[in-house]
């Protein structure tokens, strides 16, 4: 039996109360599937920072290198500026690591109210380009604190980091309802949007079955709330894509429940999981926070790690949950976060596994894939 080593890394705020929630329920299901998997706990993060200036140890990265994927709660704390615990965390691990894809599922589950008036079933994918864009490092800052100060951020696209996120997201759609759609604001923003889309159209005429359509971000936007469930797989640069992936969560209903993954599709280094809901420190310690985001994200590092119908498993054990009304307050349950592990652990026991494997042979897994565009 291959042993997979899972680095884990808590973090910040409510990081703290779901990632060991998520653990047990990965336990679990590994027990019951016969996986090997190991976890090393790392306590990096904004407490770290408060101690050694840093938020992760000089050798962090090679210590995350010797591990098969990461497991990240959350990165922020009010005490220490988002560009120190982001940049001095997260974002070096999706660089180093070459994560250069984040897939985000936007998924509607039972037990989980919309606000949306409709009840048309929800099922996006979104490919945001993870390494590069408008999160690069060029730019400055010039006479600070006079007048006229002022201060320059490039956006940076490359062939290679449009192209491979193109490749990712039209293999995806190909595999699914043939539709992708593209984030855009090329009618506003003359040189990088142009060029993206431009890639990302000669990419996608290398997938016969796929129908791309470019949209401008900010109609997206409005499609995403008017009309979701017309969406299949989006495809946006990084800022693009963070935004409308959060606005993907909350018309879905909670953006507790949201997953993430920070992809290296070949494999080459460990791939992250995380939830979008990020720290959430006015609720810390207070067993209020929603682990499905944390649960989801594991059930994609099973998937990642190949292990689709244990994957498939634990996420039909948090909807089985979320659809008794077992789930957190915030998508108006009676649960704190211990209660509703409780009623997870219980569903991963009770779903007979024959049943499984049948949901996933038919589609219905709400983990998609994590291969290699061919």
């Not at 998937?303 to 307050?329: N, Q, Y």
């Not at 997870?344 to 038919?362: R, T």
Request: glycine letters at 10%; charged letters at 20%; a negative charge.
């Amino acid at each position: 039996m291959t042993t997979h080593k899972i680095a884990v890394i808590a973090g910040d705020g409510i990081g703290k109360e779901v990632v060991p929630v998520a653990v047990e329920c990965l336990e679990r299901i590994a027990e019951i599937h016969s996986l090997s998997l190991e976890f090393t706990y790392f306590g990096w993060g904004s407490d770290y920072y408060s101690r050694h200036g840093r938020m992760m140890p000089l050798d962090g990265l090679e210590q995350l290198a010797l591990h098969d994927a990461i497991f990240l709660g959350a990165v922020g704390s009010p005490d220490v500026p988002d560009a120190e615990s982001l940049w001095g965390l997260l974002i070096p691990i999706r660089r180093e690591f070459r994560q250069y894809i984040n897939l985000r599922p936007v998924k509607t589950l039972d037990g989980v109210k919309s606000p949306l008036a409709s009840t048309e079933p929800i099922d996006i994918l979104i490919v945001r380009e993870n390494n590069e864009g408008e999160y690069s490092e060029v730019g400055g800052r010039v006479y600070r604190g006079l007048p006229h100060e002022a201060a320059v951020q490039e956006t940076i696209f490359t062939r290679l980091g449009v192209s491979r996120a193109a490749h990712f997201a039209a293999s995806l759609a190909a595999g699914r309802k043939g539709r992708l759609t593209s984030a855009t604001k090329s009618n506003g923003i003359i040189h990088t949007m142009p060029f993206w889309d431009e890639v990302v159209e000669e990419t996608t005429r290398l997938y016969p079955g796929v129908t791309l359509t470019s949209e401008l971000v900010d109609a997206l936007a409005a499609h995403l709330v008017l009309k979701p469930w017309t969406l299949d797989v989006i495809v946006a640069s990084n800022l693009l894509g963070d935004i409308l992936s959060d606005l993907g969560s909350a018309v879905t209903g909670s953006i507790g429940v949201a997953p993430s993954a920070n992809l290296n599709p070949e494999g080459d280094y460990p791939s992250l999981f995380e939830p979008v809901h990020g720290s959430a420190p006015d609720i810390a310690g207070k067993g209020l926070a929603n682990p499905v985001g944390q649960m989801w994200s594991g059930a994609m590092m099973l998937e990642h790690l190949g292990f689709p119908v244990a994957a498939r498993h634990l996420e039909a054990a948090f909807e089985s949950a979320l659809r008794d009304g077992l789930g957190t307050r915030d998508v108006g349950g009676p649960s704190s976060t211990s209660e509703f592990t409780a009623a997870v652990l219980a569903a991963i026991d009770a779903i007979e596994l024959p049943s499984v494997a049948a949901q996933l042979v038919s589609g219905t897994s709400a983990a998609p894939a994590a291969a290699a565009p061919s």
